[in-house]
């Protein structure tokens, strides 16, 4: 069997990229052996606020769970109730390297022009790689944008295997056909994400209809008319990728749907399709998160779960690094 292991921040809300990118297909995709991960560890890298985190950590396990993952098939939990993903980061932080560290894209892009940054914001990648060997994932379901935190995690995990034996699983990455990077709708070269800097860009799961139609409507489009995918109609390309990704048409089907017609018609049809998508998702969430004590205990049990295996694995890997038993 398969396992596949994947995790999201509770930083902000979650957004249509998030959605359409993963945890979609996690949830069409989940079997009896996959483990998904709300991971506040890695939401505390930076700035934020705590009472918000909590509530920002039931919130998202909200909108798992109305996405479709099933706790009684899969195991869905909290990073931070499973004590061993920090233990396993500290041993792999003496295995990956400052360098390799230093030439992660994200840790650049977030920390730039930051006054002080955390070492937590720099060693992130290291607790992701964690996350992932801790379980022995095979597969790990995400968007373009963890790529490279990827390739460090199956480097880590090579490299300890070569040093002190074959203990981890090497992870494969898998993105979906179409989503993978779903940009913002106004700054058209900015992949859609959680921080607050473009409210006009990002649809947040927790929009509304309407105000999803709106910044549709509003979405920056190129010059010209043509409802094509090309490299110098990024915002147009990326409203066919929404269309593509909510209604599942291929890019080539819908380019021949609207030859002829303007935007207007385009992004309505864009606007409803993602509508239609969201709103089983958006009904079930506002019942869920009614019981957030109901929701708290899901994520207990997935946690006793997920310990099970993690504090095996630990077992091992205290035992391969010469830690004294
Ligand atoms: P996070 O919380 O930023 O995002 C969660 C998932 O959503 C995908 N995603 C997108 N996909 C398409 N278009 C977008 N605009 C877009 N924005 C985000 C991300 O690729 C991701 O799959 N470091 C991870 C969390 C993490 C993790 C892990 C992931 C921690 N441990 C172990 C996998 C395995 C992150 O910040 O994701």
Redesign the pocket.
Known sequence: MVRA?????P?GT?????Y????RRWADQQQADDLY?V?DL?AITVPYDTQTLRAQTVDLAAWLLAAGLDPDVCTLFV?SHVREHTELAWILNCVATTGELSRMV?FKEKSKGQESVSVGLFD??V??AA??LLYH?DE???????RQ??EL?RDIAQRFNHRFGETFTVPRPTF?PV??????LQLVDN????SETSPQGTIDLADDADATTRKIMRAVTDSGSEVRAAPDKPGVTNLLDLLAAASGASVDELERRYEGQGYGTFKRDVADAVNDALRPVRARHAELIADPAALIGLLYKGADRAREMASATMDTVRERVGLLR
């Open positions: 292991f994947s995790g999201i921040q930083s979650p957004h249509l990229g998030n359409l990118g993963a945890f991960c991971v890695h990073q994200q992130y990648p607790l992701q996350d992932i994932a790990v379901p995400i968007g373009d944008d963890q935190h990827l995690s979906p989503g993978a990077r779903i940009m913002d992949k859609m994400s959680k």
